[in-house]
């Protein structure tokens, strides 16, 4: 289900009190690929719910540059939804997720292994309230970076 942001920290919190494991994890998603599938399973794994945390468009041209994202926002949070690991999907503004995390708290913050707590500023938020940042092994050979690559030179 696509969530709107200003009802998901009410909600997560309601979802907490009723002792639910919330679980976060975010990305752009641009074209959905094995090393998404696998990263996503996993992650849901950690927990009772899984929320993805999606880019905006504006957030993915900032982030990947121009030509990107190849898919707009609404057909990537559609494409999630249909995966049987992705329970919900909010669509965020922000280069980072710091602001979502510190607004639903989730129990797990879930990041590709590509990354390390030390580069990322959602880690402090995350454990500054007691949750777990934990990580999912990268998929080598899996991104979309590729994928448009190969199409390119196709």
Do not use: W
Not at 24 to 53: M, P, Q, S
């Amino acid at each position: 289900m696509l969530i709107y942001r200003k009802v998901l920290p009410g909600f997560c919190k309601v979802l907490r009190e009723g002792g639910k494991k919330v679980v976060f994890t975010n990305g752009c998603f641009d074209i959905l690929h094995a090393g998404h599938v696998r990263y996503l399973t996993e992650a849901r794994e950690k927990g009772d719910l899984l929320f993805v945390g999606l880019n905006s468009d504006e957030s993915v041209r900032k982030l990947k540059g121009e030509g990107r994202p190849i898919n707009n926002q609404t057909d990537r949070a559609e494409v999630l939804l249909g995966l049987r690991a992705v329970d919900y999907v909010v669509i965020f503004e922000e280069d980072t997720a710091e602001k979502i995390i510190e607004e639903i708290k989730p129990s797990v913050y879930v990041k590709g292994g590509d990354d390390n707590s030390d580069n990322l500023p959602e880690a402090k938020i995350v454990q500054s309230y007691g949750g777990k940042v934990e990580f999912v092994k990268f998929v080598e050979g899996h991104s979309t970076s590729n994928i448009v690559e190969k199409i390119l030179k196709s």
